[in-house]
């Protein structure tokens, strides 16, 4: 089992930033793809970012291209996202996710195999 826990979520005005940080225990998560998804009020949960087992491979929803930034530490066991010029619609409860196939697409696809119970971001206008 894979446990995992985020943090940095918060109140932002539009135009700021944020950076979430993902632990994971219970299983070393160096051969496990890494990723990020997102649930606003009222709409289905969305893929946001991922990245592969060995930090090579990223891939980001359109919205967010050049403004996150997906990354991963192996020897601590962490995953990040650093969220910059966020915009209110990126408002929502960002959950961290990892999957023991070690490619972006099976984040992206939503085979995920543990989630994080989600960190809160609210951006102003």
């Known amino acids: 089992q894979v446990q995992l826990v985020e943090s940095g979520g918060g109140l932002v005005q539009d135009g700021g930033s944020l950076r979430l940080s993902c632990l994971a225990s219970?299983?070393?998560?160096?051969?496990?793809?890494m990723g990020w998804f997102r649930q606003a009020p009222g709409k289905e949960r969305e893929f946001v970012a991922a990245i592969d087992w060995r930090g090579e491979k990223i891939d980001y929803i359109d919205s967010v291209k050049g403004r996150f930034t997906i990354s991963r530490d192996n020897a601590k066991n962490t995953a990040a996202l650093q969220m910059n010029r966020l915009k209110p619609e990126d408002t929502a409860v960002y959950y961290c996710a990892a999957a023991m196939n070690p490619f972006t697409i099976t984040i992206r696809n939503g085979e995920v195999n543990w989630w994080g119970n989600g960190t809160l971001v609210t951006v102003s206008s």
């Open positions: 219970g299983r070393r998560i160096s051969g496990y793809a």
